[in-house]
């Protein structure tokens, strides 16, 4: 099945920095990649995702870059804020029917005031 | 619309005992799932069902039972729980091919914080 690394699991920026996670796949066939935010206490939700026929997409301070000859895509934010504070997740599609996503492992985001 | 909802927020339980989480959604989609998360291990997804009476086994599905009786609701046992068992529980549904939406989203609850002693 579908393997999916992320890194860093803890990242602090100054408010006004950006920020940049990155996650590695393993299935070379995998097409959708998305990525979900988790505010403290709340489920995850999505917030950007990228299909594998381009390279780049952008949703204001945010943006999303994939490679899929590294197999490796990315999460960008620009202009960080102290809201921007959240557990970001990766994901990609697992093998089978049922649309299932494998999820990375998170990355813990603190935007210092 | 409320979205997708879970029963209860918080639980304590003793090692043995048994309990039943429930989660419900009003967006009328097929897929459904259950998912547990634990510190540095991401969302690792218990059982899945991709329609009313049919439900399937995820990735750790071990001591867990589900039941999709109804299309709007996915409930999710433990016959005897164990203190690994501790865990923040989420459910997530998400649209079919025949909505013409993206099959992949998938909208969470906020989550059962479940502890066993």
């Known amino acids: 099945g579908e393997n999916v690394e992320q890194h860093p699991s803890t990242l602090s920026v100054q408010e006004g920095d950006s920020a940049v996670i990155k996650c590695t796949y393993s299935?070379?066939?995998?097409?959708?990649f998305p990525w979900y935010k988790q505010e403290l206490g709340k489920g995850p939700q999505l917030i950007i995702d990228i299909r594998s026929n381009v390279g780049e997409k952008k949703d204001q301070r945010i943006a999303v870059t994939l490679n899929k000859t590294a197999k490796h895509f990315s999460l960008h934010i620009t202009e960080t804020q102290p809201e921007d504070s959240a557990v970001y997740f990766c994901?990609?599609?697992?093998?089978?029917?049922?649309?299932?996503?494998?999820f990375g492992s998170g990355t813990q985001l603190t935007v210092l005031p | 619309n409320a979205g997708v909802t879970q029963t209860p927020k918080f639980r304590v339980l003793k090692t043995g005992q048994s309990m039943t989480l429930l989660c419900a959604q009003d967006m009328n989609h097929e897929y459904m799932y259950w998912y547990r998360q634990d510190p540095g291990m991401g969302l690792r997804l218990i059982h899945y069902?991709?329609?009313?009476?049919?439900?399937a086994k995820g990735e750790v599905p071990d001591g867990y039972n589900v039941s999709r009786l109804k299309k709007q609701n996915f409930l999710l046992g433990l016959e005897s729980a164990a203190p690994s068992q501790t865990s923040v529980y989420f459910c997530a549904s998400s649209y079919d091919t025949a909505a013409r939406r993206n099959v992949y989203e998938q909208y969470f609850g906020p989550g059962t914080r479940l502890t066993v002693t």
């Open positions: 994901a990609a599609p697992s093998r089978g029917s049922a649309r299932q996503l494998t």
């Open positions: 299935d070379s066939a995998s097409n959708y």
């Open positions: 069902s991709v329609g009313e009476g049919t439900t």
